[in-house]
């Protein structure tokens, strides 16, 4: 059997549902080895952060072991070990993503290095340039195009919306494919639509399961309440400060606010802390195909990443009297300016913080979202927190019935999970083997999942055969298969049946005849030519059918099968009757041997 | 441990080990081990167990609950066996018989949480660390427990399977090092009992027939071999060589891919190296005997090697050539080839048929040709490669590849339909070729092998990858072609190739491709760093149209280009503006008009990256005195800090104070104050003029004022750098005694302005804003108040303070159980969620 292995390694474990890990995948398929994903931990800032590539290959160079790597998304624990895997291991093989992903990738990981290299003592860390060279060396796709790796490898991506860019991969090899979903949601959002994929029956799905049990409460509800809380807090008079990374959550936020701002025709102002806003929004408006059609078509009246009330920030702004929401990198509250503006605010008990994000150990974020209230501020002096605290999720990942769904729509003959817990994964796995008869595997981090796949190989008859072929027996029936014989080769990567004289004169070959031999022992003490005669006469009468020729040299032939008769050396009462017949005549030839074992009828003249 | 840990650390492990907590995050449980390792290695005396109790019973209640979470156990498990690595509490964990019940018989290892990998990775952890002593050797070899991390050898998880093989090499070094008194020897093979079982276990399964044992005691092996230089592992080999050796030839168990990683190992290994006869036969035997292929990396390892016999060298040559060998002959005719190899050592049968089998050909080639870019990039090279040969076959492989050659010989023509297009050999192929241009080639060959790159230069089916690497190999080759015409004074090809270089340039700087564009700048860039000194290249640049091209990228939709060409348009100047000898340029470099220009992108452009490139170039323009007068330079120095100080990036405000940097040391110096290695003349004249001069220059620039604000900056590295050019400020103007803070500060010129100014700094300089405008008395611009400033403010103690908390990533071990603690109770999980 062909065999299809995969290799999960490095999705780390999710920790009371906090599933940072850094999703790594490595594909086998065919012989082409793929990875899928580079991601980093951010939770770590020793070597553990990225993913110990020395597992992918003892021998040999990574950049000659791996055929291809590709891209989900634009999320650090999907990409953020990227630049360092082609910078700095030397991975020098091709990348792919989407488009929106391979421009918005970069801000985020600059985003990540800025505030990584902050840090006093920071080695092992990649630098612009590197993350320059690293993009330049993506290929970036369009939605169901295929994309050809090399002459036998080819992917595709699909829609997964989660974010901007997001995008489903199947990979194919010959027949054998394999769907990596990366993140995905099976619900539009505000500004995202429905991941979508055609039923491309992969051999293998593997799908993310951070939701793996949870149906969640709609968006929309979190939504409302994220809005509430912020009216609430300016209406009283206090500042919302929500600590974000550059690119993604920020944006979706941000037409959220829009809206609601518009519509309630609030005036607090909305200021957005980082440089990179405008770049970010660009990108929006350059991709808007890829947000939902309700954002695509209001674009052409008003365009939702154009907004009217968010204004850029001065940092003198945080001292102004008076209600305000600023949104503020970086979005753990561990330096920069998220980190100022909080000190200036957080013994206010009429402000609010909104944490949209998960915070790394050892952050402010991190202590304020455990409950913390009294920080330490560098050791020396203590800073009360009196502010309100708020954490609201708005991750985009698919729930069980979203992951059900998506089985559904592909009709893939097996299902791997990863990105979830255990527990919750063990009840999926038997509600999707259960519902849909396939084989579902949870390979624990590190660990290699072999599946065995039946491909159908598709083989190309020559005309002439077919001719020949139908020309035997009845008309051909579409209902009833049929039997072919031919010569099958393999030549130049395809299956060709042709007949064998064509074979052999394509391949340039002699022909050799293979023969059967059989020798049958009759009692007759006539003389030699007398029992060829009684042989004779007596297939003759039995084989009406066929032509059986007495030749001149006292030999007989039925068709192919040819008899002669000798003495037997010791006694001369037996005769030893050597019957051969080809390949082609086997049946036959079996069957004359077999009556000739049960001897000569008498009176055969 | 401190106090407050040692209080903390009993609530951590009761919470810990309440199984109706939510769990912990990971990064938590791995940072409380990382401490705890920390503990026991600064201080291996310590007794963590008797002076915690609370560690026992944490490790005694997680053993007694029915039902443990897996991340919890195999915590404890690695947490026990760093406790244990210590003597003293391993004793007292195996008189609590906690130790047998987390390792042995009658723990995790024969529950069904075994299946679990964590737990099983756990207890490979946590015997590894436990492994410093002998009587934990004896707990491991008398409780069964080789047997186990031999099975889990095959374990399906890679990171046990690998955790334990490495963990029986340390268990069977330790048993080696530390229970024998006299080395063993090839007479005398008295091993100790644990290193005797194990190595008996090794040679069982080499024996075994079972392709996968044979696989993991070869893996065992390597990494032995490889982290293990002392003389007993010699006697090991000796004992299972002849088995080894057998693997060559056998086919049935696949051995021979890491039979050439464990001999690679040995042959780094001193006690292989020195050994005269077998290990080498056994090393030319698999240089013949494995495929070229697996062969590899053994070749390329031994031709590293300064101790090998000369023998092995040429043959692992061979092997590693042959493919280049038959690239050469498959391209020529039979009668001109002159060769790489001498027919007589080489077989080129096998490696003819890998590279006409389309499967194997690329892999082969760029297999070869990353050992070669490796063996090359090495400065002292134990070997001589024939470079010559080796570029003739390089150029013919690029040849194939973009379809520019087709010979007649049937492998020739097999080979070039295979390799056509083929990036990830032209890839390759580009990095060794610039590699080579180090080493002395055959210099005739120079002007064909640009023909290729030009070729490669201007095919439109060359991917943006493969162009930057013909980029980086032409700019290599240019390099080289300069001090060639140097020394035989053959300028007209020279001109030639740079017409033609340029040529393709500026059809580059053009394309639609940004990646491209931005490696034509960086191309760009790099040439005119290495060349600027001569004059033929100067004058084909210029002559060119691609100094506009570039100038006209500065105005590109894409961010990184921009900043390529910020930095192209910086170097350019050196060339242009900045030249001694300027030639004649008419209006079309007009200076003003590019710094004008360089300005505007560092005050508008939305983005980073080519606001950063342009602070950079402008450090780099006065640090080599190109910004003219001093006059002019206050002027510049001061616009570009007004501009930079409000930059919403860090790391451009780094670069202006960078400047400012620079411009100060070059100010006291050019006015005599002290040594600058950034001065453009130096001085000897010193007095207090030059002094007061200097300090005004200072004052008029704004300085000071950037550098106060930057002290208060949100992002650490600014603060710091700012402090650091403010200390140098106050020894260049105090050089002798700094002045005692003591010194007035209520009724001081400055007075109140100044005392405001110490006290914001020393209440916490980064939690407050600077004051925006001299409401309070700060006058930055007054060279009293600061000299006042300077001589007042403690400036030591900032720094400190600045550099002590580097980070506001609270790492110490305290803030982590408060972590910890502070979940404790929390009901809800925050649900992950990430950027």
Known sequence: FPEMSYLSFFCLGPGAGQDVGRSCILVSIAGKNVMLDCGMHMGYNDDRRFPDFSYITQNGRLTDFLDCVIISHFHLDHCGALPYFSEMVGYDGPIYMTHPTKAICPILLEDYRKITVDKKGETNFFTSQMIKDCMKKVVAVHLHQTVQVDEELEIKAYYAGHV?????????????????????NMTPDRHLGAAWIDKCRPDLLITESTYATTIRDSKRCRERDFLKKVHETVERGGKVLIPVFALGRAQELCILLETFWERMNLKAPIYFSTGLTEKANHYYKLFITWTNQKIR??????????????????????????????????????????????RKWAGNEKNMVIMPGYCVQGTVGHKILSGQRKLEMEGRQILEVKMQVEYMSFSAHADAKGIMQLIRQAEPRNVLLVHGEAKKMEFLKQKIEQEFHVSCYMPANGETTTIFTNPSIPVDISLGLLKRETAIGLLPDAKKPKLMHGTLMMKDNSFRLVSPEQALKELGLAEHQLRFTCRVHIQDPRKEHETVLRVYNHLKGVLKDYSVQHLPDGSITVESILIQATAHSEDQGTKVLLVSWTYQDEELGSYLTSLLKKGLPQGTA | MTRECSLLLPRVCAALADPRQPSSDDTCLEKLLDWFRGLTKCDPTVNLVQDNPCLTEFIASVLALPEPSPSILSFTLRLAGILAASENCFQHLQQEKLLVRLFGRDGPLNSALWEDASVRSGWVEGVHSMMHHQPALHFLCSGGGIDVIFTLQGDPSLFVASAASQLLVHVLTLSVESETTKPPSAKDCDWPACAQMIIKRIEDSLQSGSASHIEQSLKLLTHLFGSCHATWTEVLWLGIAKQVESFLMEETVQAQPMLANLLLNMAWSPVFCDTEGSFWALVTSALEHLTPVQVGPLAAGVLRLYKCPQDVRIQALTVLLQPMDCILRAASQPLEYAGLLDESVSDPATVESLLSSKSSCASLLCQTLAHLEKLLSLIHLPVDLPYTSLLRSLMTILQFCNGCLSPASPLGSTISRILIDCFRVQRSALDVLAALSERKCCDTLVGSLFDVLLAYLESPNSSPTVLKKTFQATSKWLVHLQELSCSNSQWQQTEKILKDVFLVLQKRLCSPCWEVRDSSLEFLTVLIKCLRDQEEFRQSLLSSEVPRLAENLLEDPESYVRASAVTAVGHLAFITYFAPESPVLGNQYNKENTVAKLQEILSTDPEGFPRRAVISVFNKWLRQGCTGQLEDTEQFVSRVIQTVEHDLDWEVRLGGLK??????????????????????VTSAVT????????????????????????????????????????????????????????????????????????????????????????????????????????????????????????????????????????????????????Y
């Open chain 1, 164 to 184: 901007l860019g997001a995008a489903m991969f199947q990979i194919k090899v010959g027949c054998e494919s394999v769907v990596y979903t990366g993140d995905y």
């Open chain 1, 297 to 342: 078509k209001t674009f052409v009246q008003r365009n939702m990443f154009e907004f009217k009330h968010i204004k850029a920030f001065d940092r003198a702004f945080a001292d102004n009297p008076g209600p305000m929401v600023v949104f503020a990198t970086p979005g753990m509250l561990h330096a920069g300016q998220s980190l100022q503006i909080f």
């Open chain 2, 659 to 680: 400047l400012v940097e620079v411009f100060c040391s070059q100010t006291i110096c050019q006015l005599g104050l002290s040594q600058c290695p950034y001065a453009p």
């Open chain 2, 687 to 834: 007095s207090s003029v030059h002094h007061n001069e200097s300090l005004q220059i200072l004052c008029r620039a704004k300085v000071f004022s950037f550098l106060f604000r930057s002290l208060c900056d949100c992002d650490k590295p600014v603060g710091q750098r700012a402090c650091d050019i403010l200390l140098g400020l106050r020894s260049g103007f105090y050089p002798i005694n700094a002045p005692q803070h003591s010194q007035g500060t209520a009724d001081s010129p400055a007075g109140h302005g100044m005392a405001w100014l110490q006290r914001t700094l020393r209440q916490g300089s980064l939690a407050q804003n600077f004051p925006t405008d001299g409401g309070n008395g700060v006058d930055f611009q007054d060279p009293e108040s600061m000299m006042l400033a300077l001589g007042t403010i403690d400036l030591e103690e900032l720094h400190d303070e600045l550099n002590k908390s580097s980070d506001h990533v609270e790492k110490s071990p305290q803030s982590l159980l408060q972590d910890i603690l502070a979940t404790v109770g929390t009901v809800e999980e925050n649900e992950a969620d990430c």
